[in-house]
Structures are given as C-alpha cells and as structure tokens.
C-alpha cells in the first residue's frame, strides 16, 4: 500500500472540508453584507445603516479579482512572489521582463496581474512568436505564478482566461506552454483549463564541462 | 502502459462516484453498468474505502460516497493503488548486455512521460472531459 497515496487522498478529504467550511463563511459572510445593504436601503434614514452599508460594497469591491497590464509599481509584489514560489529573489530579471513585456509589449507581449482585494495575488506573462520549429504563429504563456494564500479561487484560471484572449485578438488559433513534468501541481492546472499534449515534443542535451564529465 | 484490469475498475468506480457528489451509489450499479461482477469489484472499492477516496454506508439505502478532494485527486493516484508501477519496463533485460541498458533508457523515458500524464490529470478534468465526450454536460461516465 503505497502510504504517500493514502496520506495524499486522507489529506484531499480534510482539504474538502476546509473548502466547504471556508464557502459557508463567505456565503455568511456575503448574507450579512446583505442583509447590512438592505437595512440601510429599507430605512431611507440613519447615517450608519448607510456607512455600513457603504463599508460593506466597499469590503465586496475589494474582493473582486480583476486581470489587468502590470505597472512598474507592481514589480516589488511580482518579484516578492515570484520568490515565495520558487525561493529565488531575482530582482534584476524581473526588471528584464518588464522592460521587454510590460513597457514594450505592442500587443504582442503581455505581462499581466491579477488583483485580489487590491493586492496582486498572481501574474502572468506571454507573447505571440511566429514560425518557431515551423509551427504558424501561436501564443506562447512562459509563466503564471499564483500567490499560495490566492489559490483555489480561480486567480490562475482568470490569468489564463485573460492571456487567451489577448492571444485571439492577435489572430492565433493555438496557446502553448512548456512544463516540468515533475510538477504535478502546475501541470494539473493546465490539464484542468483544458490544454493537452500537443505536436512539439521538448529535448534536451547536458552540454559543458559538466557534460564532458560524465561522458 | 496496460492498466490492469482492477486498475481500471477502480477508475471507473472513482469517475462514476465522484460524477455524483455526496450521493450514495450502490456498488450494483458500477457492476452493472460496466459489466463486472460483484465480488470482483467488491476487492477494488474496499481497496478505495481503505485509501479514503469513497467511503461505504451500510444497510438498506447504503453504497459509496466519493469523499477525496476532486481537484487534487490524480488519476496517478488511483492507479498506484492497483499497479507496482517502481517494477516499470524500464529495467534492463535479464542480459545486461549494452542493447539492454540502451532500451532501458528509452523505455524509461516513456515511462517518465506516463507518469507525467497520469499525474498531470485529476479526476475534476477526468469528467470535463468525459462530459466533453459525451456531447452534453449532466450526464454521467458511461
């Protein structure tokens, strides 16, 4: 009995309940602000039914997940999480993307936020390329990153959704990306969204000194 | 890669389970549906229920409920119940011989890529596109 699975599914099912407790309260959470909008409305009168009330769309609006073109004011929080992902503070290549797919991005090239609450949970960045290893142009997404208290509340699929559509307005037909096929989790993203193996297989060869080595 | 036959089984079994969240399914209509017999799929879901993927209710109106996470739950996940997939077809043959090991490495990298598939596709995508191959969405796996 391989106990990695029993722990994974054991694990799944106390994760279910947490979902289904964390979706009561939002629905209590999203009743009360409600009943709070009603009140104010019912009443005519009472500044604070009314502030309430106004607190309360305020509190919804900051909620609401939004996709939009990074801004240079974005990068501290991009760079911060691309490096809670994957450990790495790369300062200076975030400043590289930018320059080249925020700044200068001529619809071709897209670096894109998603905003949670007024606070940026994830991002994605992509661009059209023509021609590579005789493939009709298509849009390429190169890296999505999703802050890990932001995830399973659609901030990936938003991101996705938004690049897609960018890429059709271009014209093309086909969306690609390229995983690391020991990344479960990323790649089970993707399977969700409904990509699947395409036509271009990825190689690699080991080359340097460390090649040479081991040769 | 051949799934074996109680692999595919408890594939089924999952699908069909999780298809009808929190209902209870009797084991009959799995059997039925695709043809097995009751004993047979008796050993797949007690296999399932010892994992914590389904659980079983007793009694007159019992059957299996799915309970893991939908989202997270692989295919992988299921299959390495039912399949000791670290004796792949990877390993050299019984000669050891330079052919072998050459094999070896390109049935290695197959296995890899399965893996990767296997691992990559939850049962949530498993029944969008089982909904997607069945034309019309509600309907279950059959």
């Known amino acids: 009995m391989p ?4 722990g994974g599914a054991a694990a799944g099912v106390a994760r279910s309940r947490l979902e289904w407790l ?12 409600l009943d709070l909008v009603c009140f104010s409305t019912m009443s005519g009168r009472g500044v604070s039914s009314r502030a309430r009330g106004a607190a309360a769309k305020g509190e919804a609006a900051a909620a609401r997940l939004a996709v ?26 975030w400043w590289r993307i930018h320059r080249r797919y925020g700044v200068a991005g001529q619809g071709l090239r897209h670096f894109l936020v998603a905003e949670l609450g007024g606070r940026v949970v994830g991002f994605i960045i992509g661009e059209v390329r023509d021609w590579e290893f005789g493939s009709p142009p298509c849009g390429w ?29 271009a014209g093309v037909t086909t969306m690609r990306t390229m995983l690391a096929s020991d990344n479960p989790l990323i790649l089970s993203f993707f399977r969700s969204q409904g990509m699947r193996a395409g036509r271009l297989i990825p190689l690699e060869l080991a080359i340097g000194p460390v090649a040479a080595d081991g040769e | 890669m051949r799934l074996q036959k109680n692999t595919l089984l408890a594939l089924y079994s999952v ?91 390109v049935l290695a990298e197959i296995d890899q890529n399965t893996l990767a598939t296997f691992g990559s596709i939850t049962v949530s995508t498993m029944l969008k596109m089982v909904q997607a191959e069945d034309g019309s969405s509600g309907r279950r796996p059959r």
């Open chain 1, 141 to 169: 997404v190169f890296a999505i990153d999703v802050d890990p208290r932001a995830r399973q509340r659609g901030v990936g699929a938003a991101l996705l959704g938004a690049m897609r559509e960018r890429f059709e307005r």
């Open chain 1, 68 to 93: 939009r073109a990074v801004r240079q004011a974005d990068l501290t929080a991009v760079i911060a999480l691309d490096a809670t992902v994957t450990g790495l503070h790369k300062s200076d290549y």
């Open chain 1, 22 to 33: 964390g979706k009561l309260i939002l629905v209590l959470e999203y009743a009360f602000k």
């Open chain 2, 15 to 105: 699908l069909e389970f999780a298809s009808r969240p929190g209902e209870l399914v009797p084991a009959s209509a799995v059997a039925t549906t695709y043809g097995e017999s009751a004993h047979h799929l008796a050993k797949v879901l007690s296999e399932l229920t010892r994992a914590g993927i389904v659980e079983s209710v007793r009694g007159v109106g019992g059957g299996y409920r799915f309970v893991a996470n939908p989202k997270r739950l692989s295919l992988l996940d299921v299959i390495r119940l039912f399949e000791d997939l670290d004796a792949g077809a990877s390993a050299a043959g019984p000669a050891n011989t330079a052919v072998d090991r050459a094999l070896g490495q």
């Open chain 1, 3 to 6: 106990v990695g699975v029993v």
